[in-house]
């Protein structure tokens, strides 16, 4: 799936050369989408320097970009290429003013964790962030999950403003049964519409509060 971005006013497909999550699957037909969708809506394609997916990336959509080492900076996707490389091209593609780096957590999952995962904006200055269930023992994951902390509350965004946190409790992973060893039992992947929030309630109720949120079962 290609990422889209607003450039002078016009929406242009970026194609990060999708390869299977670092190769961890067969992908030659899903790395065509990067391709074949902006052709068939007639948007403007950019072929991207780097290897990455979408849920790689989040920005505020004011100039600051989220990202976790583990899942970019990592040679099986872009071997060879440094942070401060990487940093730069994702300035250059996606007009990026501030890079935020979060450690994250590698070879744990299929995506090498993903920043979906982890934090996520509700708007500009406010993230959501992941916390273990209290019932949950310390591991690689809630490791991450304080690392992202510690670095987000010392962090500024591209304007200059700290970030409020919002802390966003798991599920009781031991309640949710029938998963793989590698299932990250977290309630920050969504997707975001205009006036809604798509999250997934994972077998267990929880209470959206008051946004406008669906929960998929």
Aim: proline share 6%.
């Amino acid at each position: 799936m290609p990422v889209f971005v607003e450039q002078d006013g016009d929406v242009v497909g970026v194609d990060f050369n999708f390869n299977g999550w670092g190769d961890k699957q067969v992908h030659t037909n899903d790395a065509r989408v990067g391709r074949t969708l902006p052709a068939k809506y007639d948007i403007p394609r950019r072929q991207a320097p780097l290897v990455a997916e979408g849920g790689s990336f989040e920005t505020d959509g004011e100039g600051t970009l989220l990202i976790t080492e583990s899942s970019i900076v990592n040679d099986n996707r872009n071997r060879g290429k440094s942070r401060d490389q990487i940093e730069a091209e994702l300035e250059r593609t996606l007009g990026i003013k501030k890079v935020i780096w979060l450690a994250g957590v590698r070879g744990q999952d299929i995506t090498d964790a993903h920043v979906d995962s982890l934090v996520r904006f509700t708007e500009p200055g406010v993230v959501v962030l992941d916390k273990a269930h209290p019932d949950t023992p310390a591991d690689s994951w809630s490791r991450a999950a304080d690392q992202a902390k510690a670095v987000l509350s010392k962090a500024t965004d591209a304007r200059g403003r700290p970030f409020e946190i919002v802390d966003l409790p798991q599920p009781d992973l031991y309640e949710i049964t029938g998963e793989g060893d590698d299932f990250v039992s977290t309630y920050a992947h969504r997707g975001r519409a205009r006036h809604l929030e798509v999250g997934v309630e994972q077998g267990l109720p929880l209470n959206p509060g008051k946004r406008s949120t669906t929960w998929l079962r």
